[in-house]
């Protein structure tokens, strides 16, 4: 893309109170008549100077990318609402529009209500980037039904959806939001990518969240990085894996499968429903052996394209039938430096201890589950007492 199509000052450290703070770059940036990208990350910017922004690119109707990650570091949350409800209102309306990015912006669940308006609304948004910005269970839920709504929409104007690209990880979503998610995520069937990483997702949510997903029959990339699976969640996405033929990319590193859930997952792989998968991260997921000698036939029998697979952090040892099986089937696709580095493998346990402790792992869920279920209310209320508390302190970039 020609660079007079690209407007940025992405990474100055400008800290703006107001429009002419910004000068000459909004100066230069009105002068852009068929701009199609901006990038205003890595600076600070106060309500007055976002609302100068917004009344520009609301002239911009061929914008394609609009990139606000990491522009509110220093600012006061009672400043941020009205920010971000001038620059996602500014866009709302935007036919061309192809990619929001809000990541790194420390916001939290307060702000969820000022992005629906958006996410509602605009139909041609394809990518839609919220990384780290503490939303919480009570805020991921208002998203995620936001982004629903704009499907029901889609489809009240018999039109499909565009949405490709979720992106909402470090965001203590929480078994809270899953639901929602879930459902959001069965409205938009067309969804490419998914990544939703280190949210504290137990088994129940990650059940929820596979289940919606298997309605996304083109996912080409999942990333659950860091939640919580156990047997009873690995089972629920290894049931769902026939469902996305043109899979391409599955991060489940960190997620506690546990053996049988590992068992379950390379078992589904060996149905050859997932030819196209060339990224497999598994690290630190409690599998051992028995599932990586099934994973070993699936790859010989099914997985050609697998050019990344992470296995470290498990229960087998480097030296084990069962990895040189792994590298043998990789080399038999000529994909002979597909595995990672083995330095961290856990100590083999025996078959009769590795099933207890998978069983107490699950009841132990299942018992936290209940508590959950069952707990007053009170949870999201405290947080919110507590975001009142800290209305006047500065909030800092995660």
Partial sequence: MSSTKVFSILGKNL?????????????ELKEMEDVEEVHFGGNSLGVDACKAIAE???????????????????????????????????????????????SDNAFGGRCAENMVNFLQTNQSVQRFKLNNN???????????????????????????????????????????????????????ENLREVRLPQNGIRPEGIKQLAEGLSKCKNLESLDLQDNTATESGTRAISAALPSWPNLQSLNLSDLLLSPKGGISLATALGKGTNPHLHTLRLQFGEID?????????????????????????NRADPEDACIEQIRDALAGHGHEDALDELDEMEEPESDEDEDEEAEEEEQEDEEKETETETAPAAKVDEADELSKLMGEVSIKKE
């Fill in 134 to 188: 503490g939303m919480g269970p009570a805020g991921g839920t208002i998203i995620a039904n936001a982004i629903a709504k704009n499907a029901e929409t889609s489809k009240a104007q018999g039109k499909t959806s565009n949405l490709r690209t979720v992106v909402c990880g470090r965001n203590r979503l929480e078994n809270g939001s899953a639901a929602a998610w879930a459902k959001a995520f069965a409205a938009h």
């Fill in 15 to 27: 800290k703006a109170e107001t429009g002419q703070d910004l000068e000459p770059f909004l100066t």
């Fill in 289 to 313: 052996a028995r599932a990586i000698h099934i994973l070993a036939k699936a790859i010989q029998e099914h997985l050609k394209d697998l050019t990344c697979l992470e296995l470290n952090g």
């Fill in 56 to 102: 520009i690119l609301k002239t911009k109707k061929q914008l394609k990318i609009a990139d606000f990650a990491d522009v509110f570091t220093g600012r006061l949350i009672n400043e941020i609402p009205h920010a971000l409800s001038a620059i996602c209102d500014a866009l709302a309306d935007h036919p061309t529009l192809e990619e929001l990015d809000l």
